[in-house]
C-alpha cells in the first residue's frame, strides 16, 4: 500500500510537507503543489480521509437516517433526492446509514454517523419515541435536524408540517363535496405523522355529527400494495362509502388500481384522495386530489440548521396544502 511518505520521497519534500498539500494549507509553494500532486497522480497515492476527520475533527458529511422500509416508493425517493441534491449545493456529500426495522436500529444508524464525525446529521425517524430522539439531540455534540416531526423538547432541532391540520384541510374539503360515508386507510402502525392524519380524520367526522364506522377503517404501511389491498378488504365487508381519504398518495394509488379492477369507477362510483403531492399525483388519470407535503423545503431548511445555523432563520413549522385535482367528486 502507497502511503504518504512513499509521496513524499518521489516529490521531494517531507512527509509533513505532503500533509500541508493535503490539508490545503497556504505556507506551502505553488511549485512544491505540483511537485507533490504529480507525485500522488505517479504512485497512485489515495489519503486516509477518515484519518484526516478524526486529525482535524472535520467533515463535509451530512448524515441521514431513515428505516429502509421506508425506501421503497415515490414520496421518500424524492426526500432521498432532495437531501443529496441541497448537500451537493452546498458543497457537502450526503451518507445514508439504514435505521432498518426498530428504535435499536435506528439508534445505531445514528451512532454510526456520529462516529465517522459527520457535520450534521438528518433523521427521519420512524421507531424511536420524541423522549429518545430528544435525550440523542441533547447528548450529541453534532448538530441533529428531525424532519417530519416536531419534539416538544427539542423544538428548535425540529422542521416538521402539521400533519393533523392538513388532514382536517382535506376532511373539510370532501365533507363539503357532499361525503359523508368517508373511509380511510391508515398508515403504518408506529408513524406519528399516520396518527395525526387519522386522528383528524375522526375528530373532523365527530365535528360533521358523522358517526365513525370502524369497517370503514383499514390499515396500511404506506405501500402501493396496501392501499390495493385495502379497498380489496373494505368491498368484503359490510359497509358502504363514497369516499376513501388514503393516509398517503401511494396507497390512494394502489387503491385506485383495485376499484378500477372492481368495476367501480373514480371518481362517479367512489371519490378518492390522497396525501404527500407525490410527483406522480398529477399524471395519473383521473390526477390525485390530495395535500402537498413540502418535503424538499424541509429537507433543504434542516441543511442549512445544521451547516449554518447562525445564518438560517428558524422556520420550523412548514404549512402543507390541498391540491384539488379530479379525483373527488363532488355529490351535493
Excluded at 120 to 140: C, D, F, H
Aim: glycine letters at 6%; charged letters at 20%; hydrophobic letters at 40%.
Amino acid at each position: 500500500m502507497v502511503t504518504m511518505l512513499d509521496v513524499a520521497k518521489k516529490a521531494g519534500v517531507s512527509k509533513a510537507t505532503v500533509s500541508r498539500v493535503l490539508n490545503g494549507k497556504n505556507i506551502v509553494s505553488d511549485a512544491v503543489k505540483k511537485q507533490v500532486f504529480h507525485a500522488i497522480k505517479e504512485t497512485g497515492y489515495r489519503p486516509n480521509l477518515l484519518a484526516r476527520q478524526m486529525a482535524t475533527q472535520k467533515t463535509n458529511l451530512i448524515g441521514l437516517v431513515m428505516t429502509n422500509g421506508l425506501y421503497n416508493g415515490p414520496y421518500f425517493s424524492s426526500l432521498v433526492y432532495a437531501a443529496a441534491s441541497f448537500s451537493e449545493k452546498y458543497q457537502h456529500q450526503l451518507i445514508l446509514a439504514d435505521g432498518k426495522h426498530s428504535a435499536n436500529d435506528e439508534r445505531q444508524a445514528i451512532d454510526y454517523l456520529l462516529d465517522i464525525r459527520c457535520a450534521g446529521i438528518l433523521i427521519y425517524p420512524e421507531y424511536l419515541s420524541a423522549q429518545e430522539l430528544s435525550k440523542i439531540i441533547t447528548a450529541s455534540s453534532t448538530p441533529i435536524i428531525v424532519i417530519n416531526r416536531e419534539l416538544a423538547e427539542c423544538r428548535q432541532q425540529c422542521v416538521f408540517m402539521d400533519h393533523y391540520h392538513s388532514t382536517e384541510l382535506m376532511m373539510d374539503y370532501v365533507i363539503a363535496q357532499g361525503h359523508r360515508q368517508i373511509a380511510f386507510i391508515k398508515g403504518r402502525e408506529h408513524s406519528s405523522s399516520g396518527q395525526q392524519r387519522y386522528q383528524a380524520y375522526c375528530d373532523k367526522l365527530v365535528a360533521n355529527q358523522i358517526q365513525l364506522e370502524p369497517k370503514r377503517v383499514v390499515s396500511g404501511d404506506w405501500s402501493l400494495q396496501s392501499g390495493y389491498d385495502a379497498v380489496q378488504e373494505l368491498l368484503s365487508r359490510d359497509v358502504t362509502f363514497s369516499m376513501i381519504v388514503a393516509g398517503n398518495d401511494d396507497m390512494a394509488s394502489g387503491a385506485m388500481k383495485a376499484l378500477r379492477e372492481a368495476n367501480l369507477r373514480v371518481p362517479e362510483d367512489v371519490s378518492i384522495s390522497g396525501i404527500d403531492n407525490s410527483p406522480f399525483s398529477q399524471y395519473i388519470y383521473p390526477a390525485l386530489t390530495t395535500i402537498n407535503v413540502p418535503i424538499q423545503q424541509m429537507v433543504e431548511q434542516g441543511i442549512l440548521q445544521l451547516i449554518a445555523p447562525t445564518d438560517t432563520k428558524a422556520n420550523q413549522l412548514i404549512e402543507g396544502e390541498l391540491i384539488i385535482r379530479d379525483s373527488v367528486l363532488n355529490i351535493v
